[in-house]
Antibody
Framework: EVQLVQSGPEVKKPGESLRISCQES????????FTWVRQIPGKGLEWVGI????????RYSPSFEGQVTISADRSVATTYLHWSNLKPSDTAIYYC??????????????????WGQGTLVTVSS | DIQLTQAPPFLSASVGDRVTITCRAS??????IAWYQQRPGQTPKLLIY???TLQSAVPSRFSGSGSGTEFTLTINGLQPEDFATYYC?????????FGQGTKVEIK
């Protein structure tokens, strides 16, 4: 079974940079879409963006575009979420999730059937 | 961008009740909608996709319906493990937004 293993919790100061990771165990990294989702504690799920490591096609929510960067490294089957200038409002749990292959694995329209355990990012002075 | 509005945001129910949650899209999304369950302290879990297809291993008391702009998630015979927050997600066009969630609490 595919597993998504995310990096550990982070505590950073405003203005700092950060990269969190999500590694896929299995052999579907280049054939599926991977999504990042934000959840502020006690709040709902927010769609951040999506990447297809097969060709690095990446799409962002307008709410997050320019605020974060999504990338992937095929050699280690890992997708990343990067901030160059953290703000206290970035404090949240960030999940990565893999798109299913109900519509074909290369389709971005697939629901999210595998989720990482989440990475808590705390930004505070 | 497509907005999803879930209703109600909270509901109180008893074990054995039938519960219905609605999700309205700001524009037509055919049947490109999924439903997730998130128990406290856990990661979200896919329940239903393509509006009405049950994900593998999800109990049959869960069902989904709808097309276009109006969708429902129904739980027939609420069980103790079903007390959680439920989210819809549209998969029609990017950004693939989520609804704001419906928290199902014990009455």
């Amino acid at each position: 079974e595919v597993q998504l293993v995310q990096s550990g919790p982070e505590v950073k100061k405003p203005g700092e940079s950060l990269r969190i990771s999500c590694q896929e165990s299995g052999d579907s990294f280049t054939t599926h879409w991977f999504t990042w989702v934000r959840q502020i504690p006690g709040k709902g799920l927010e769609w951040v963006g999506i990447i297809f490591p097969g060709d690095f096609d990446t799409r962002y929510s307008p709410s997050f575009e320019g605020q974060v960067t999504i990338s992937a490294d095929r050699s280690v089957a890992t997708t990343y979420l990067h901030w160059s200038n953290l703000k206290p409002s970035d404090t949240a749990i960030y999940y990565c999730a893999r798109g299913a292959d109900f519509y074909g694995s290369g389709s971005p329209y697939n629901p999210l059937d595998q989720w990482g355990q989440g990475t808590l990012v705390t930004v505070s002075s | 961008d497509i907005q999803l509005t879930q209703a109600p945001p909270f509901l109180s129910a008893s074990v054995g009740d039938r519960v219905t949650i609605t999700c309205r899209a700001s524009q037509g999304i055919t049947r490109y909608i999924a439903w997730y369950q998130q128990r406290p302290g856990q990661t979200p879990k896919l329940l239903i996709y393509a509006a009405s297809t049950l994900q593998s291993a999800v109990p049959s008391r869960f069902s989904g319906s709808g097309s276009g702009t109006e969708f429902t998630l129904t739980i027939n015979g609420l069980q103790p493990e079903d007390f959680a927050t439920y989210y819809c997600q549209q998969l029609h066009s990017s950004p693939y937004s989520f609804g704001q969630g419906t928290k199902v609490e014990i009455k």
